[in-house]
């Protein structure tokens, strides 16, 4: 307790108590317990589906581009590394859904049981959802990500709490007009939890940090603009989706849109 700053008051450089207690029990070395993944059964995945993908009556089929195209056109690395970069000040011109598409495909598709990104365990718990608010042939709204059959589902249309999700991005990024689109990223703990234990949630942030890096390569490859965002609120959105927080919770955001 000590050791966390938790007996007394540190000093203004020190790591808060809150913080350095996360990092004791998720690092070898501190834990009394064994870190790692564990053999707790659980449930089948299927049992682990989001309510909106279990509730899949408004679909958007997306048109997945073809990768011999992308092979054939990409940049090299080298030069999609060096174009990586936050955009928060997005074009006047919308994004087209087949932009939108190919995005989604190269960030988050899910073929063959695995995604362009590492998971603890290949369990896989994050869920994306999208705020559109300006897309060209996607309507204003708020849709889930289904990664494994590439389309998009509608749970929720234009309003107040839409606004005032794209309203809190665009103040976070420190800018007026608010995104194109706001990707939403979603955690199950559930899905983590009966793997990894405590070390759960350090793995699903370490998750989303792996997408919003594939998400931002991808963004420089396509000539788009992305920017991470450093918070959000989980509350507000879990109203939206009406979900309970403690179930399925929002982890991390990402501001989409045009390049100027």
Not at 189 to 211: F, H
Request: aromatic share 8%.
């Amino acid at each position: 307790m000590s050791q966390c700053g938790l007996l007394e008051r540190s000093g203004q450089d020190a790591w808060s108590g809150h913080d350095l207690f996360f990092h004791t029990r998720t690092r070898r070395g501190y834990a009394r317990t064994l870190i790692g993944k564990s053999t707790l059964e659980g449930k089948s995945d299927h049992q682990f589906r989001t309510t909106a993908i279990a509730n899949d009556d408004r679909r958007l089929v997306l048109e997945p581009p073809l990768l011999s195209s992308l092979f054939a056109t990409d940049p090299p690395f080298a030069a999609v590394s060096a174009r990586r970069q936050s955009v928060r000040r997005q074009g006047s011109m919308a994004l087209t859904s087949g932009q939108l598409s190919e995005f989604l495909f190269r960030t988050l598709c899910e073929q063959g049981g695995r995604r362009p990104y590492p998971s603890g365990g290949a369990s896989y718990p994050l869920q994306t959802y999208l705020a559109v608010n300006r897309c060209r042939g996607v309507a204003p709204g708020l849709y889930a990500y289904d990664a494994t059959a590439h389309e998009l589902i509608a749970v929720g249309g234009p309003g107040l709490g839409l606004e005032r999700l794209l309203a809190d991005a665009a103040g976070t990024a420190n800018v007026v007009e608010p995104p194109q689109i706001l990707l939403v990223l979603t955690a199950d703990y559930r899905r983590m939890r009966r793997l990894y234990e405590d070390l759960s949630y350090s793995l699903i942030l370490k998750e989303v940090g792996a997408v919003f890096q594939v998400a931002m390569m991808a963004a420089a490859a396509m000539g788009l603009g992305t920017c991470p965002l450093g918070c959000g609120d989980s509350l507000l959105f879990s109203e939206l989706i009406g979900v309970d927080p403690a179930i399925e919770t929002s982890v991390g955001e990402l501001m989409l849109g045009s390049l100027e």
